[in-house]
């Protein structure tokens, strides 16, 4: 007999959402994909811990399309919930560094929210 694992509810911290939703649909599959798996409890296998986070409690999928890169960070920190904490479309500039800028605000957001229960629009 096989057991249906419960989701664990999904937040969207500021404007993540509604950036993901200009993304083009193969990037929205497949970064979709992965946040129902974090749900599930498990990672999906192009997340990577997100550099300077310590840990693997803030992933972040890298997903390239017709030549443009693009980017969801989200939290796996907290047992309960997960977090979409920033998806953008990156652009590097020459001599800047390739980390999503504000994403430590956007987690001091999620914590702050989840204390808070506002400011999070959520999807279950």
Do not use: N
């Amino acid at each position: 007999m096989t057991r249906k694992q419960p989701t664990k509810p999904l937040f969207w911290v500021g404007s993540s959402r509604k950036d993901l939703r200009g993304f083009p649909e193969p990037v929205k599959d497949v970064i979709g994909h992965a946040l129902f798996i974090a749900q599930l409890g498990r990672k999906h296998e192009d997340a990577k811990p997100l550099r300077g986070y310590g840990g693997a409690g803030v992933l972040e999928l890298v997903e390239g399309f017709d030549g443009d890169t693009y980017r969801a960070v989200y939290t796996v920190k907290f047992t309960d919930a997960i977090y979409v904490l920033h998806v953008f479309q990156k652009e590097v500039e020459e001599g800047h560094q390739d980390t999503p800028e504000g994403s430590g605000s956007h987690q001091g957001a999620a914590q702050t929210s989840r204390e808070r229960s506002c400011d999070l629009e959520q999807v279950g």
